[in-house]
């Protein structure tokens, strides 16, 4: 028992040597990880009119994004952002529509083969993502997904208010998410976003 009790010291060091051995980096990962911020608002930054060519003619077109600011020393990699959930208001409350997809949304002022990669976000770099956008040639609305399965184009036709829900996640990142509700009435600048 006095064997045990002089060697007690050394398995104690040996223990904590040990389990810091095992624990401190993913402690640290942990500890200094990236942290996203998401925002929306009602200024240019948010609602961009920009003009648009279809080949043939110039028309305008209003993006509605959000901005997404690392606000760690660390790089937050693999940033993507994606359409989670799109629900439509109903008598009063908001219900599930018939979007049940995760879909990837687009980065802002990216190259045309860029838009949907993965991004990193250095500390303090706001970038921003396209949620949907609007066309002075149509009555609908879009959202920026990299692809739009058919079964989804008759609700995005759809007049009424609708809320889109987004998540950004990343490489070691904790996914956050915002909302942004669009009160849409087919008319592609006379509409109101929250």
């Avoid at 007690?8 to 990236?34: H, K, N, S």
């Avoid at 998401?38 to 948010?46: A, R």
């Avoid at 629900?87 to 049940?100: L, Q, S």
Wanted: hydrophobic share 45%; proline share 6%.
């Amino acid at each position: 028992m006095s064997a045990l009790l002089r060697s007690l010291p050394q398995l104690l060091a040996f223990a904590a040597g040990f389990l810091t051995a095992v624990f401190a980096e993913p402690f640290r990962q942990w500890l200094f990880r990236p942290k996203l911020t998401l925002s929306f608002g009602s200024s240019l930054d948010f609602i961009t009119k920009t003009p648009e060519t279809d080949g043939l003619a110039i028309h305008d077109a209003l993006y509605i994004r959000i901005k997404v600011v690392n606000s760690r020393p660390r790089l937050a990699k693999a940033c993507r952002a994606y359409l989670v959930r799109v629900e439509k208001r109903v008598a009063g409350a908001f219900v599930p529509t018939i979007y049940c997809d995760s879909i990837q949304l687009a980065w802002s002022a990216r190259r045309p083969d860029e838009v949907y990669a993965a991004l990193d976000l250095p500390r303090d770099v706001p970038q921003f993502v396209d949620v949907f956008s609007t066309r002075s040639t149509s009555k609908r609305f879009a959202p920026s997904i990299c692809v739009l399965p058919l079964r989804y184009e008759g609700l995005f036709q759809e007049t009424g208010v609708f809320r889109f829900h987004v998540q950004i996640s990343g490489d070691g990142v904790e996914p956050v998410q915002r909302q942004i509700t669009l009160h849409w009435e087919g008319n592609w600048e006379k509409f109101r976003v929250e």
